[in-house]
């Protein structure tokens, strides 16, 4: 894959105003924030998720409420204790930070991430606030828009005023900026019918001395109350011209089409630049159809053509207009998916502003020189697996991260699927067994996910892991990974939070392959069921302090998984003694290695490196007995040789010392 970043030409938009059509409207993610000014977590989290949202705000509300716990002399909970309450208890809140998108549990505020807005498509409804201020008053105006045809639902309307921030230096925590706090609900239950008819509603109120008037706006958002979901946000901070894709995922085919589409909600004629960039593979196209054309109407189509050219992978593009008179640039994302064999699987989409839980997956498999590689978030996997995109993705690569909750039920079903045809998987990440397996207060793992742990990963979870635990070393005799040397482990989720899960296979089907350098547990294994393979770490490759480790780990990962070695010794006794041992060794400028020549024949010779790169690889023929290694060329240090049949592997250590 690579980062891609192309410009075209301008196009003059000139928009007459909204009308109703198909196809829906933009739909804003809702983030409901809640937060605490002495919840500890909440410092180092928060941040981290306004980074995000600032980014994202065309595509994004967000709204911060303040239960009573842990502190409750908190002064945005004590401003409004009743609404404040009554929001935490309709969601059943019961610890913070904590925070729902569209009306869904996400947890962690920065599980926040663009996989959550690109899969938002389009809603049926529009919602528009207009707000202005006299003296001490604001009068605002929500409309709410029928675009297309709404479900069936108890839907009410809620209309909240918010200070887009609050600075605050008293906060036991030690967070001083606080942003979109809310204040007080205009609506809270206001039932609405959508009849097919534009619907508007009117308040006024009288600014608070508590508040910073140019700070206050207002969001409205209408939520089925029977499910909890957010059909649609509003708020008086919006642009007035959207940019959305109706449906932002298409794959397995030559060309993929994309329907984009801009609605204007007032009357004005803006120009604007077009960027595309994004991640696709370097043998892929595209066009944009109807580019340089004036539009004249409400609604404006733009289609984009990504051309696959039979190269497997996945792209995700970021189109991008950028008005010429430097208002705020509009932006839409949508995922290209082709014939992607090697799948990395990430809780979420990663942001600039999170740890990187994809790119030592990327690099790893690139090292292998695999195919068809690419990432999805489960919201975007879960699409592509029911729209049939995946049939062909053989090796999955779950990185977990330090993510909660770990998984979702859907996922799990959809990759025991996978796995039943016959997917092989590895699964990495620093508090899965826990979070899943462990049945500890605040752990998240269903009685399906801890099913499939046991059933089809054969995993025990032991302990959460010690913080002491910072370096790691490989069984050397491993048949698949024995000749990668151990790390340090990085302590990227901050020095108080290394927890590397103490994790071994159930049963002894299942074999411990890395082990904590400060107690020797199980740190990591490889298990081979009926028709699938598994690899397993209780940390991620993120973790490895040693990037070519990480690198190497992955690389015999999905060799493994694609039969180029095997975890099968040979079994006999004169197959054990087939590759004797070097001589001299260690060894400087030469040595010889004897081999069974009734048994030898047709078998490979390799000889690797620490990171399990071969440097030479031999043939061997009827009557060979030993093979010869001229050794004055290579550098000082441990190196691996083995002969295999390609289906069996037998491994010795070599070492050279000049």
Not at 204 to 214: C, E, G, N, Q, T
Not at 426 to 445: E, F, H, K, P, R
Not at 477 to 501: A, W
Request: some cysteine; aromatic content about 12%.
């Amino acid at each position: 894959m690579r980062k891609n970043l192309q410009f075209l030409l301008a196009i003059l938009l000139m928009f007459m105003g909204f009308q109703s059509y198909g196809q829906g409207a933009k739909k804003y993610v809702l983030y409901e924030h809640f937060t605490n000014t002495g919840c500890g977590p909440c410092a180092a989290q928060n941040p981290i998720f306004k980074q995000f949202y600032d980014a994202n705000t065309d595509r994004a509300h967000h709204i911060a409420f303040h239960p009573w716990w842990p502190s409750s002399a908190d002064p945005m909970y004590q401003f409004n204790v009743d609404d404040n309450t009554k929001i935490t208890q309709y969601y059943g809140v019961s610890g913070v930070p904590d925070m729902y998108a569209n009306g869904a549990r996400i947890g962690s505020p920065v599980n926040a991430s663009a996989s959550q807005l690109d899969a938002a498509g389009a809603s049926p409804i529009k919602i528009i606030v207009q707000q202005s201020m006299a003296n001490d008053s604001i009068d605002i105006t929500v409309t709410v828009l029928e675009s297309d045809a709404v479900g069936t639902g108890n839907y009410v309307l809620r209309v909240a005023v918010v200070e887009e921030l609050i600075q605050f230096s008293g906060a036991p925590n030690g967070e001083t900026e606080f942003p979109n706090v809310f204040r007080t609900f205009l609506d809270y239950n206001l039932p609405i019918i959508f009849d097919g008819n534009n619907q508007s509603f009117n308040y006024k109120i009288a600014v608070d001395p508590a508040w910073k008037a140019d700070q206050i706006y207002t969001l409205a958002y209408v939520v089925n109350s029977t499910n909890k979901k957010v059909l649609n946000s509003g708020s008086s901070l919006d642009g007035a011209i959207d940019l959305f894709t109706a449906s932002n995922l298409n794959g397995n085919g030559e060309d993929l089409t994309y329907n984009l589409f801009l609605d204007n909600y007032s009357q004005s004629t803006v120009e604007y630049n077009i960027s595309v960039e994004g991640e696709w593979p370097s043998e892929w196209t595209y066009d944009v159809v109807n580019n340089g054309t004036t539009y004249d109407i409400g609604r404006s189509p733009i289609n984009v053509v990504v051309h696959t050219n039979g190269t497997g992978g996945i792209g995700r593009f970021q189109f991008t207009m950028t008005p010429m008179d430097g208002s705020d640039a509009l932006k839409t994302s949508f995922i290209a998916v082709n014939d992607a064999k090697n799948l990395i699987l990430t809780k979420s989409t990663p942001s600039p502003s999170t740890v990187d839980i994809v790119s030592p997956y990327v690099n790893g498999l690139e090292y292998a020189n695999a195919e068809g590689i690419g990432y999805l978030g489960y919201d975007d996997f879960n699409k592509a697996f029911d729209a049939g995109y995946l049939a062909n993705s053989k090796n999955i690569y779950l990185s977990i991260g330090w993510f909660f909750p770990a998984m979702d039920d859907e996922m799990v079903l959809n990759l025991q699927e996978l796995m039943d045809n016959g997917a092989n998987l590895m699964i990495t990440g620093q508090d899965i067994g826990w979070d899943v397996l462990s049945n500890a207060s605040g752990a998240n793992g269903t009685p399906l996910q801890q099913n499939f742990m046991k059933t089809y990963l054969n995993a025990k979870y032991i302990d959460d892991g010690s913080g002491a635990s910072t370096s790691f070393k490989i069984e050397a005799n491993d048949p698949l990974y024995g000749g990668i040397s151990g790390s340090n482990i990085n302590k990227i989720y901050g020095n108080s939070y290394l927890y590397p899960d103490q994790i071994e296979p159930l049963n002894s089907n299942g074999t411990t392959f890395l082990r904590y350098s400060n107690n020797n547990v199980s740190g990591g294994y490889w298990y081979k069921g009926s028709n699938y393979k598994v690899v397993y770490l209780g940390i991620g490759p993120e973790q490895i302090v040693d990037t070519n480790v990480a690198s190497a780990i992955i690389k015999t990962t999905k060799d493994w998984f694609d039969g180029l070695i095997s975890s099968t010794n040979f079994e006999s006794a004169i197959e054990a003694n087939l590759l004797g041992n070097a001589i001299p060794n260690p060894a400087n400028d030469f040595t010889t290695i004897k081999i069974s020549e009734e048994y030898a024949n047709g078998l490979q010779f390799n000889l690797y490196d620490i990171k399990v790169s071969v440097i030479m690889s031999q043939s061997i023929t009827q009557g060979q007995n030993k093979i010869n290694i001229n050794t004055s060329n290579l550098k000082d240090g441990q190196y691996f040789y083995s002969l295999t049949d390609g289906d069996r592997v037998t491994t010795k250590k070599l070492v050279i010392i000049h």
